[in-house]
């Protein structure tokens, strides 16, 4: 099952935030447009715009690379909370109004759908983000952070 989670969740992650960034480039002006729409203020639209779909594109080269995995993981747990959050917070009227859910090929889905889309996202890769952080040093987190730290050194060398 570790895997899975491994391997070919960080692959899902990768088509994912490709594929975000790209249909946001191939259709600038509708992401412009859509984003403007959108219930957050017209300077955070502004560089919203500017920032994502770079952003995006770096999320998914790190998740490529066995050096860069866990910052990948890190970005995508991030963007998919926020993504989430965001949702979450249209959907319970945070705003006056509800703008629409567009989204490239995702845009026929609701905001339920979205909701549900990226809360799975979300688990799959703070689940992932897991796995590789307690499996790369064979510690887990607390077990590294409950070591005796006495400050002594130890003589490695032999009389």
């Given amino acids: 099952m570790k895997a899975i989670f491994k391997t ?9 935030f490709t594929y975000a960034a790209l249909s946001k480039l191939f259709t600038f002006s509708a992401f412009d447009q859509q984003l403007h729409n959108q219930s957050f203020p017209g300077w955070l639209a502004d560089f919203l ?3 994502l779909i770079p952003a995006e594109i770096i999320t998914a080269l790190l998740l490529c690379f066995g050096r860069t995995l866990i910052t990948g993981l890190l970005l995508s747990s991030a963007f998919m909370f926020a993504f989430t959050a965001y ?4 959907m319970l009227h945070f705003w006056d109004r509800i703008p629409c859910s567009c989204g490239g090929i995702l ?16 688990i799959l ?5 897991y796995i590789h952080t307690t499996d ?3 510690l887990k987190t607390s077990d590294i952070l409950t070591k005796d730290q006495t400050g002594k050194a130890e003589n490695l060398r032999k009389e």
């Fill in 8 to 16: 070919f969740v960080p692959s899902l992650l990768v088509l994912l």
């Fill in 49 to 51: 715009l500017y920032f």
């Fill in 87 to 90: 949702i979450a917070m249209v």
């Fill in 107 to 122: 845009n026929q889905m609701g905001w339920t759908a979205h909701l549900i889309f990226n809360s799975i996202f979300l």
């Fill in 125 to 129: 890769s703070l689940i992932t983000l």
């Fill in 136 to 138: 790369t040093t064979g």
